[in-house]
């Protein structure tokens, strides 16, 4: 599976959303991002490429990672949205960032390819459902889905996809345990519905 995480609104997790599926699966994360560690399923490929390169569009299982166009899609965002099979808009709570979630949806929607909307690093319950229910009123019902605020992304950055499948209780990170569950549905949630194309 090809799964592309794509936001116009810069600062909302999408690399970290993406390493971590990456790390969950598995499989390579490519991104135009700045990478600050080296981690080997992690590539960077510059922003200005105008295409994927074909050692990456040839894997059938990869996880994309473009950001912040403008008010179009940029020849490489074109390629990544053709060949995926789900595209994953990360958003935070604030008007700013719905905002680019919906003119993010707004440019991709043509595709026809499953998508699905992560909430990302909220803090209040309430705070996730004001956040979904406008969407929801603004772009009809779609699969939106949630992620508190966690130290868990900041946790596999720095100690890598091991540590990730190794937390448990007796380290004392019961809280970031109930964290990498959560982060698993939502990840089984995005396997799920880029099968479903």
Request: aromatic letters at 6%; proline letters at 3%.
């Amino acid at each position: 599976m090809r799964y592309l995480f794509l936001s116009l609104k810069g600062g909302v997790g999408k690399t970290s959303l993406a390493i971590n599926l990456a790390t969950y699966l598995g499989i390579k994360c490519v991104t135009t991002d700045l990478i600050i560690s080296e981690k080997s399923n992690v590539a960077q490929i510059a922003p200005n490429k105008k295409r994927i390169p074909l050692q990456y569009t040839a894997k059938k299982d990869i996880v994309f990672d473009f950001g912040a166009m403008s008010t179009n899609i940029d020849p490489k965002v074109a390629h990544a949205v053709k060949l995926s099979n789900a595209i994953i808009i990360p958003t935070l709570t604030d008007a700013r960032s719905l905002q680019g979630t919906i003119d993010t949806l707004n440019l991709v929607k043509e595709a026809g390819k499953p998508t699905i909307i992560v909430i990302n690093n909220f803090t209040s319950e309430s705070k996730f459902n004001n956040a979904k229910n406008h969407l929801i009123e603004t772009l009809g019902q779609l699969t939106i889905l949630g992620i508190r605020r966690t130290t868990l992304f900041e946790r596999v950055a720095k100690d890598g996809s091991e540590w990730f499948s190794n937390v448990h209780h007796n380290k004392g990170e019961y809280q970031l345990n109930k964290s990498r569950k959560t982060h698993e549905q939502v990840y089984d949630s995005i396997v799920a519905l880029g099968a479903k194309k």
